[in-house]
């Protein structure tokens, strides 16, 4: 089923908004923290998983950079002493990434303003009623594309 002129619409402001607010993260979280925004969601995907650790596969998976550049990103996380490599005893092959206290305290003292750079260039714009809306209408969405 091909999409209507409101489904491509919509796929076009969606495009167009996640870049331009992006952007805007980007740019504010650089400037405060000197933390480039791809950092930024490597470490909350550790801070928030089990024991701070992820295998490099799930993390992958999980981060919202490709799965190409985040063994890239670890290994800069991991020189700037914020998350180590371990390998997996289990499989050889496999490594972990896993948050240094370092890491965790680097994520802590960005998260208010990148928390605040999503209210200024995102949802303060929306009405409560359009942020439910959006939130399950893209919920459902990804749903569709995790099973």
């Known amino acids: 089923m091909e999409p209507d002129d409101a489904g491509v619409a919509a796929w076009a402001a969606l495009l167009r908004t996640h ?3 992006l952007r805007e993260l980007e740019r504010d979280l650089e400037r405060a923290q000197g933390m480039p925004l791809t950092w930024y969601d490597v470490l909350l995907e550790l801070n928030s998983a089990p024991e701070r650790r992820l295998r490099m596969q799930e993390l992958g998976e ?3 950079v490709s799965r190409s550049r985040v ?3 670890v290994d800069e996380l ?3 002493g914020l998350v180590v490599r371990e390998q997996d005893p289990a499989d050889r092959r496999g490594s ?3 948050l240094t206290p370092a890491g965790r305290e680097r994520l802590r003292a960005a998260a208010p303003g990148y928390l605040d750079g999503i209210a200024r260039h995102f949802a303060d714009h929306l009405t409560p009623e359009e942020r439910d809306t959006i939130a399950a209408a893209l919920q459902r969405v990804l749903a569709a594309h995790t099973r």
């Open 19 to 21: 870049a331009a607010v």
């Open 62 to 64: 999980r981060a919202v």
């Open 71 to 73: 063994s890239r990103i």
């Open 78 to 80: 991991a020189r700037a």
């Open 96 to 98: 972990w990434a896993v």
